[in-house]
């Protein structure tokens, strides 16, 4: 699977971006497909991850800030930001991975970086005041 990030770029504090991830791919056969960030010097983490049933998970961060949506018919993963603040300045990373095992019948998606097996380039995204 080879993922191709795009919509980064500087913007002022209190602005809007939409970032969006082109899968080479299927996307309706991943199950786990998310939004990490990395900062310089910080470990990179989990900003919102969906689900192949459509449920999100969001880091308490930017939850109410940024949504995070998956359209399979473009093979594309997005993340609407908003209200964004010098904090989220980062390199957003689009990652996809496999469901995690099973619990009580129901499977879900990691927040660990290191569930995801396949990695986009990534995109830097530069808020300024």
């Known amino acids: 699977v080879q993922l191709v990030e795009s919509g980064g770029g500087p913007v002022q504090a209190g602005g809007s971006l939409r970032l969006s991830c082109e899968a080479s791919?299927?996307?309706?056969?991943?199950?786990?497909m998310g939004w990490f960030r990395q900062a310089p010097g910080k470990e990179r983490e989990a900003v919102a991850i969906?689900?192949?049933?459509?449920?999100?998970v969001y880091a308490e961060s930017v939850k109410g800030r940024f949504s995070i949506s998956k359209d399979n018919a473009e093979n594309s993963l997005y993340l609407q930001m908003g209200s964004l603040k010098p904090g989220d300045t980062a390199k957003y990373y689009c990652?996809?991975?496999?469901?995690?095992?099973?619990?009580?019948?129901?499977?879900?998606?990691?927040?660990?970086?290191?569930?995801?097996?396949?990695w986009g380039q990534g995109t830097q995204v530069t808020v300024y005041s």
């Open positions: 990652a996809s991975g496999p469901a995690r095992p099973a619990i009580l019948g129901t499977r879900w998606c990691s927040q660990e970086r290191t569930d995801y097996n396949y």
């Open positions: 969906i689900d192949g049933d459509g449920r999100t």
């Open positions: 791919t299927d996307t309706s056969s991943i199950y786990c």
